[in-house]
C-alpha cells in the first residue's frame, strides 16, 4: 500500500460521499467552508488516495505546537483494510514535531452505539494514541480528547481554538475523574 495525499477540492465529489456518510450532521461543517479554510495556511483538507482509489480523507489545523485532527473518515468499503493506520503515519509523517490531538465520541456504557465507540478508540490505542483524561464540548457534542506525540496542556489546546477561530470557539475542556464527573 502506497498511498498519497491531494488537496481537496469543492468538486471532490468522493471525499464529500464519504464525508456526509461517516459523520451526523450535528458535528459536520459545511463542505464549502472546509474548502475555503484549507486555503489558509494553518488548516489542511486532505484526501488520501492508493493508486486512485479513494481511500479517506482528513480536515486538521495547525499552530507551532499542536495540530488537531477535526476529521478523518476512511471510505467504508475500505474500512478494516490498514488504510485508517496509513493515514494516521502519514499524517505523523507531516508533523514529526507536534502533539497530534483528535476527539472522538466518548465510550460511555449507556450510549446505544457503544460497540463502534469503543472499536473506534481501540484503532487510536493500536496506533499510538493515548488518552488525556479530558473531555470538551465543542458546538453542543462531549468528545474526549487523545493525543500521540506529547502530553496535553488544556491551556495550550485552549488558545489554539481562539487563535484558530480568531477568538469565536471557546470550548469547554474538562478533566474527568474515575466517575465521569467533570474537575
Known sequence: MQIRA???????????RIYFEAFPKKER????MMVAMSKLWNTKFLGFYDADTLCGFTYLAQNSKIVFVMFLAVDKS?????YGSAILHEI??????????????????N?????????RK?????????ETGYRMKLNGVIQEIIIV??????????????FYSNG???????KQTEKGEAI
Not at 122 to 130: D, E, I, Q, S
Open 92 to 109: 505523523q509523517k507531516m508533523y514529526p514535531n507536534k502533539k497530534i490531538i483528535i476527539s472522538i465520541e466518548p465510550c460511555d456504557e
Open 122 to 130: 481501540a484503532f487510536y490505542m493500536r496506533n499510538g494514541y493515548r
Open 6 to 16: 491531494e488537496k481537496v477540492k469543492l468538486n471532490s465529489e468522493g471525499v464529500k
Open 149 to 162: 506525540g506529547g502530553d496535553f496542556v488544556k491551556r495550550e489546546f485552549r488558545l489554539f481554538f481562539v
Open 29 to 32: 461543517m459545511p463542505f464549502p
Open 78 to 82: 475500505l474500512r478494516s483494510k490498514g
Open 168 to 174: 469565536t470557539v471557546w470550548p469547554k475542556i474538562w
Open 111 to 119: 450510549t446505544p452505539d457503544i460497540a463502534v465507540r469503543k472499536s
